[in-house]
Structure formats: structure tokens, C-alpha cells
């Protein structure tokens, strides 16, 4: 039996009916039962990102969001591009986290998913930088972009591309994988 391994989901959008954030609850249903899912529900909480609030602890939604960070074995984020980059709020909750190292070294998985052929790559491509930044353990073999979304995903939030399908259940199993090698 495995060990079970805590993650933390993020969806990079506010919208209830998001695409990535239906495709997050969709990979969160395709995992295998030993890796636990958390949601992170708090972007609209945080506030702007200013360093002179970053003083001691910081802002009690930032505590939170640097809280569950920490008590996760992994990080799963779902995010759509926004104006060729990554959504301001997701973005803000990343710079919270660049000085306070609870993403150091963590398992993180990043999908962008968008209804354009190119599947949000300049998003993608920002993000992977930023969790470089903040030395996340960025598992490139599980990362994905995902052109064409909305033919890949019903509006219930139901995956109906097998190859899609497919392409997120290996990047469960690597996630999987690289908590369990953190955890030796």
C-alpha cells in the first residue's frame, strides 16, 4: 500500500464555471486514491502583493495560503492565459511565496488549458518561470498545455478526449512518483 500524499489545487481563475478550474476537479477525480486533494479557494482573498505587509507573518489570507503550501506534498495548478500571460490573481499569490520558501523543492505539476490552438503557452511559459523562481520541483514530464479545451472537456466538467485523458492520468502518476521520492 501506498503512502498517501497530500496536494494542493489551484485553479489560476476566479470564474466558478472556469474551464480550468472544472479540469482541475476533473484531474482531481482521475487521481489514484493515495494522492488527497486540497482546493485552494483563496486568490480573491489575498491582497495586492506589497512587501511592507510581508512583515513577520504577513496577512492572515497570505498565512493560509503559505499554510497549505506547506502541509502539501505537492501542488497541481490549473490556470487559463489571461492577455497572453498569467491571471494577476495567480500571479500575486505566487509573489506572496517567493521569499517564504514554502514551495521550495515541492513536486508542482502546471496545466494551462485554453479554448485557442496554442493552449495558453505564453501562460504556461510565465508560470514555469515564476515556480523557478521560487524553486518549486517543476515536473516538466507532467506539465501539459491543453489546446482546444473546450472540445477535450464538457461543460459538466467531464474529460471526453481518451488522449487527454490519458496525458493527465500519467501526470497523476509522476506526481505520485516525485512525492514519493521527496518522502525517502
Known amino acids: 500500500m501506498k503512502k498517501e500524499y497530500n ?26 486514491s493515495y494522492l488527497k486533494f486540497g482546493v485552494y479557494g483563496g486568490l480573491n482573498d489575498l491582497p495586492h502583493f506589497n512587501p511592507d505587509l510581508d512583515i513577520e507573518k504577513g496577512p492572515e489570507s497570505v498565512q493560509n495560503l503559505r499554510a497549505q503550501l506547506k502541509n502539501s506534498d505537492g501542488v497541481l495548478i490549473c490556470t487559463p492565459e489571461y492577455g497572453n500571460g498569467v491571471p494577476g490573481v495567480l500571479k500575486n499569490a505566487l509573489d506572496w511565496i517567493v521569499s517564504s520558501g514554502e514551495w521550495l523543492n515541492k513536486p508542482t505539476v502546471a496545466i494551462t488549458a485554453s479554448p485557442s490552438p496554442m493552449g495558453g503557452d505564453k501562460a504556461h511559459a510565465s508560470l514555469l518561470l515564476t515556480l523557478n523562481m521560487i524553486n518549486a520541483q517543476i515536473l516538466h514530464e507532467a506539465s501539459l498545455t491543453i ?24 501526470s497523476l502518476l509522476c506526481l505520485g512518483h516525485a512525492c514519493n521520492q521527496m518522502d525517502k
Do not use: C, F, W, Y
Open 7 to 32: 496536494i494542493l489545487a489551484i485553479s489560476g481563475s476566479l470564474r466558478n464555471q472556469s474551464s480550468n478550474t472544472l479540469l482541475m476537479h476533473a484531474i482531481i477525480k482521475l487521481a489514484p
Open 147 to 170: 489546446p482546444h479545451i473546450t472540445l477535450k472537456m464538457n461543460k459538466q466538467g467531464v474529460i471526453i478526449d481518451s488522449e487527454t485523458q490519458h496525458a493527465l492520468e500519467n
